[in-house]
């Protein structure tokens, strides 16, 4: 198997890995540098560094790439110890990189307003793939976004194509509470890894109530960063995109930075969007 072929179709299908490679080697190591082995979410691997027990533990280290999403330099002296002589036979130094193997997040804007214009633009910037969901072909169509990949000019086809995991991000600045509604109805029920709503707080909490109507349960709404964006003061819709791109980040980061979002919705924090201006 080409490990760099399985890597692709990987990412494509939105799937997480770690890529192992032997960097450096010094002694009697019976495996040779650029030797690679990739570990699936599934804990299936392809590829070989060696076998024994310097392959276990790269192994388990490669699940934690994986979820810490950063990557790690293992160092194995192994000069003759028994508890490596289950495959890495003889002495020597034995240097592992384990890389995280990550899809290329993936922005789905809901509204195609100038917010989401100024958003679509510093997302794409920082490496985020661009989707756009708008029932007004006039704001949902390549001449505004240009670097969307994604284009849907229906509501109910883009809640059945688009099949949100890990790697998706769901921005909800619709033109109004009813589409606001009826996005997050279904947003809360995916797999994404970060869903935002803009508008005010009291705007904000009378959705929360609606859904809560309908049967929704207020722990639903505790991932969803509402009104999202970082603190910054933002005014212009350039400035919104800023502080919404920055949350952005902080949350594919794992930075601290993106917790304090996460609350239960009565207690949430002053908006930092006082109109509906999308």
């Known amino acids: 198997m080409d490990l760099f072929e399985e890597i692709v179709k990987m990412r494509r299908a939105g799937q997480r890995a770690a890529l192992a490679t032997i960097v450096h080697t010094n002694g009697s190591i019976p495996s040779y540098e650029s030797s690679r082995m990739l570990v699936r979410e599934d804990?299936?691997?392809?590829?070989t560094i060696g076998g024994g027990c310097v392959e276990a533990e790269v192994?388990?280290?490669a699940k934690e790439v994986m979820q810490k999403e950063s990557p790690r330099k293992m160092v194995f002296n192994l000069n003759n110890e028994a508890s490596y002589d289950n495959g890495l036979i003889c002495g020597g130094t034995l240097e592992v990189f384990v890389e995280p193997i990550l899809p290329q997040p993936m922005l789905h804007l809901f509204g195609g307003g100038h917010v989401s214009m100024a958003v679509a633009k510093a997302a794409s910037a920082a490496g985020f793939g661009i989707g756009i969901v708008d029932d007004?072909?006039?704001?949902?169509?390549?001449?505004?976004?240009?670097?969307?990949s994604d284009i849907h000019t229906s509501y109910e086809d883009a809640f059945a194509k688009i099949h949100p995991n890990a790697s998706s991000y769901l921005l909800i600045v619709t033109r109004g509470h009813k589409e606001d509604?009826?996005?997050l109805a279904w947003a809360v029920?995916?797999?994404?890894?970060y869903i935002g709503m803009i508008g005010s707080k009291r705007k904000v909490l009378s959705v929360y109530k609606a859904l809560e109507n309908d049967g929704y349960k207020p722990e639903e709404f505790e991932r969803v960063f509402a009104p999202m964006g970082l603190e910054i003061g933002a005014l212009s819709p350039e400035e919104i995109a800023v502080s919404i791109v920055a949350e952005l980040i902080a949350v594919r980061r794992n930075a601290q930075s993106a917790a304090h979002k996460k609350l239960k919705y009565e207690a949430r924090p002053a908006p930092i969007f006082q109109t509906g201006e999308r």
């Open 43 to 47: 804990g299936s691997i392809s590829g």
């Open 59 to 61: 192994w388990a280290a």
């Open 189 to 193: 029920r995916t797999e994404a890894r």
């Open 136 to 148: 007004r072909e006039t704001f949902a169509n390549a001449g505004r976004f240009p670097m969307a």
């Open 181 to 183: 509604m009826r996005v």
